[in-house]
């Protein structure tokens, strides 16, 4: 029989990164079936979690309070590169999303209104 602790463990540690309840919550019940799951309600709240364990894939909306998400992502890139990073924007603007998946080394950049299975896609093409 498998041990349920031992696959929690090989579950992806992903960080979400929004400022709407709401959204986090349908996020939460799609994923934590498939990754460990921790969450922000802005840039600064997240970098505090940097120390506490290493983050697989982080998914952050462009618009926090406080911090444009794009600004957050670069600086996450620095501080731990082997995590994918994913952005969520309702920008459309191709030349945004082009520039932003150079300048943070972005794996995915979902247009927002976007669905948890979306989500839950980009980040498993992230870590394939």
Avoid: W
């Amino acid at each position: 029989m498998a041990d349920p602790g031992r696959a929690q463990k090989q579950l992806p540690v992903v960080l979400l990164v929004d400022d709407e309840p709401a959204l986090i919550d349908a996020m939460g019940q799609e994923l934590k079936q498939s990754c460990r799951l921790y969450t922000a309600p802005s840039a600064a709240a997240a970098e505090t979690l940097f120390a506490a364990r290493h983050y697989d894939v982080i998914v952050c909306d462009q618009m926090l309070p406080g911090e444009q998400g794009l600004d957050f992502l670069m600086r996450a890139m620095e501080l731990i590169p082997s995590s994918r990073r994913i952005l969520m924007t309702g920008y459309t603007n191709p030349e945004f999303i082009t520039r932003s998946m150079s300048l943070a080394g972005l794996s995915a950049c979902l247009v927002k209104p976007v669905h948890a299975s979306e989500v839950s896609a980009a980040i498993r093409a992230a870590l394939a």
